[in-house]
């Protein structure tokens, strides 16, 4: 079965660092997208990407919070200055282009962020 | 603004059935989704549901939808210890805007 692949599991960093997390989504699909869960909390919505731009983003999203699409495989969230609440776990998935995106959306096992 | 809440734990013991349960807020919600997450791996889609459907059935799985009280349970019928994890309920506007998960009910198999 076809996987969306996140490195690192653990990333461990000093607050005030930058720092990126890769993702390969499956190979065909077009929609891209990063989710976030602070420990304890609701898995929550961070941005869409679609069409190499975003479609959508979250409140939570903001200038310090970059998304991109190096090389046509990877998709990256880049987290500039992290912060000490950036700690959590960031999931990556990513959807064909049929009509109901989100239940054809496959989600990675997720990067563990800490910051330290 | 939305909001989706689920119990966080359920312990049951293999062969019965387990019963997870989640309230929404958003009236307007269309699909509601039920995820599992086993120790170490993503997010899975197991089911979902329209808001114009009631009951969906697939294998072990019911999903039954009251729209009226905004309540959305999953039961999984003769419970394996397989099927212990993390169970997310969300719920979208439509099939192609962000999701809004619970918190995730983890149930947990006795054998």
């Known amino acids: 079965e076809p996987e969306v692949t996140q490195t690192p599991s653990h990333q461990v960093t000093q607050m005030g660092q930058e720092v990126i997390l890769r993702c390969v989504p499956i190979?065909?699909?077009?929609?891209f997208y990063w989710y976030r869960q602070i420990l304890g909390q609701k898995v929550e919505f961070l941005v869409s990407?679609?069409?190499?731009?975003?479609?959508?983003k979250s409140e939570i999203f903001d200038d310090q919070f970059s998304v991109e699409r190096p090389d046509g495989s990877n998709f990256t969230l880049k987290i500039r200055s992290t912060k000490l609440e950036d700690s959590a776990m960031y999931f990556c998935?990513?959807?064909?282009?049929?009509?109901?995106?989100?239940?054809?959306?496959?989600f990675g096992q997720g990067t563990r962020l800490t910051v330290v | 603004g939305e909001d989706v809440e689920q119990s966080l734990f359920l312990s049951v013991r293999e062969g019965d059935s387990s019963v997870i349960n989640c309230t929404y807020t958003?009236?307007?919600?269309?699909?509601l989704y039920w995820y599992k997450q086993e120790p170490g791996a993503g997010l899975q889609l197991l089911t979902y549901?329209?808001?114009?459907?009631d009951m969906k059935q697939d294998q072990r799985l019911t999903v039954l939808l009251n729209k009226k009280d905004k309540h959305l349970s999953l039961r999984i019928a003769d419970t394996q210890t397989g099927d212990s994890a993390i169970y997310f309920c969300?719920?979208?506007?439509?099939?192609?805007?962000?999701?809004?998960f619970g918190k995730g009910t983890r149930l947990s198999v006795i054998a």
């Open positions: 190979s065909n699909h077009l929609y």
């Open positions: 969300a719920e979208s506007a439509s099939g192609n805007t962000p999701l809004v």
């Open positions: 958003d009236s307007s919600s269309t699909y």
């Open positions: 990407f679609y069409n190499n731009e975003i479609s959508e």
């Open positions: 998935a990513s959807s064909g282009r049929g009509r109901l995106t989100n239940t054809e959306a496959f």
């Open positions: 549901i329209f808001s114009n459907m």
